[in-house]
């Protein structure tokens, strides 16, 4: 599978953890998103990276969540001291910047990263 | 803020029937526009793209019309098949290069 890969699937957790997931982008893609949806909403963006520079953050991405990709390849997206507010699917994202073919910046998603905190 | 927005939260269609799903946007300045599939747990599925420079493009079973005048996009479904029961999100960007900006969904029921 070349796909966006994420880890892990399901997370339960209880208040006040901490908790990382993982993403793998499709091999070569330079540009990682986090996004976050809840049940019956859009994905909402949290966070951008191009290579491993983070370029852009939402309001949404409070001081406990931190995000890095410090090679350029996987990324991390760690929640601290979680809350039941948490609770949601954490999506990942890839695309291509710059490339040289007509697609644009098409951008792939993962199958996401459920959290429940208890 | 503006946001792209949805008219109708649901939708239901008979299978083989065509289906049409809209969506109204508020940002002018957007420069492209995608339209996402997704299934239950899973992440949003690529559709199709369109420029705000164009106003119709067509994919296989799929085509995106694109009204700059009234701010409107739609997705259109030929012979809905119950594999495309689905939410379906508009989705815009303001330039090909940017963040996606989501909005609330369709949900599409095919009936057999």
């Known amino acids: 599978d070349t796909g966006v890969s994420q880890d892990p699937r399901h997370k339960i957790t209880k208040r006040g953890q901490n908790v990382t997931f993982r993403c793998d982008p499709i091999?070569?893609?330079?540009?990682l998103y986090w996004y976050r949806q809840t049940l019956g909403q859009g994905p909402e963006f949290l966070t951008y990276f191009q290579n491993e520079a983070q370029l852009e953050k939402s309001r949404l991405l409070s001081d406990r969540f931190s995000a890095e990709r410090p090679k350029g390849s996987f990324s991390t997206l760690e929640i601290q001291r979680t809350e039941q507010g948490d609770s949601a699917m954490y999506l990942c994202?890839?695309?291509?910047?710059?490339?040289?073919?007509?697609?644009?910046?098409?951008?792939?998603f993962g199958e996401g990263s459920w959290l429940t905190v208890v | 803020g503006e946001s792209v927005g949805l008219h109708l939260p649901t939708l239901s269609v008979q299978e083989g029937d065509n289906s049409i799903i809209n969506c109204a946007y508020s940002?002018?300045?957007?420069?492209?526009f995608i339209w996402y599939k997704q299934e239950s747990g899973k992440g949003p599925q690529f559709i199709i793209d369109i420029r705000s420079n164009m106003d119709k493009r067509q994919g296989q079973r799929v085509t995106v019309l694109l009204n700059k005048t009234v701010k409107h996009l739609s997705l259109q479904i030929a012979a809905t098949q119950p594999g495309d029961s689905a939410v379906y999100f508009c989705a815009e960007m303001k330039t090909s290069y940017d963040k996606v900006i989501f909005g609330p969904g369709t949900s599409l029921s095919v009936i057999p």
């Open positions: 994202a890839s695309s291509l910047f710059g490339g040289q073919d007509n697609s644009g910046n098409t951008i792939y």
């Open positions: 940002n002018s300045a957007s420069d492209y």
């Open positions: 091999s070569e893609h330079n540009r």
